[in-house]
């Protein structure tokens, strides 16, 4: 990670592979990448606390995987057909993305009692979307 966000910006600021966002995609992979090893730590951590292995701690994993992003994906939804038909500043947009950004956490925390889910891959598949499907909105929120 320290040495793909560096070269990744130097290639956006010299305009290499910008028109397909082919830089910002690395970043984000690679931040995903860095999240699921996190679900996975936070498994295992909690699996070593306990000292007891369970099949469904285990399959917690896979969960917390799917679930953020499909989370993600559905807020992303909702918040472009919210910005579609209200017109607000950008600013206040990107407060409103941090905002639910943060109540992700807070759900990530309540849900941890019956089933895994990655508040942090649900922000990253936000981001991902929003740049896929919205690229114009994703360069002003950036």
């Not at 950008?90 to 990530?108: Q, Y």
Request: with cysteine.
């Amino acid at each position: 990670m320290t040495v793909v966000v560096p070269m990744m910006v130097r290639l956006m600021e010299e305009k290499c592979g910008t028109s397909k966002g082919i830089p910002g995609l690395i970043i984000a992979g690679s931040s995903a990448d860095d999240i699921v090893m996190i679900v996975f730590y936070t498994v295992f951590c909690l699996i070593e606390s306990g000292g007891s292995i369970s099949w469904l701690s285990f399959m917690n994993i896979p969960l917390s995987i799917v679930t953020g992003i499909i989370v993600g994906i559905g807020i992303e939804l909702i918040l472009a057909f919210f910005f579609s038909k209200s017109h607000f500043r950008d600013s206040l947009k990107l407060v409103l993305i941090f905002g639910v950004g943060f109540g992700l956490v807070l759900l990530e925390d309540y849900l941890s009692k019956w089933f895994g889910f990655s508040s942090s891959l649900a922000v990253i598949t936000i981001g991902l979307v929003i740049m896929a499907k919205r690229k114009e909105q994703a360069h002003r929120l950036s």
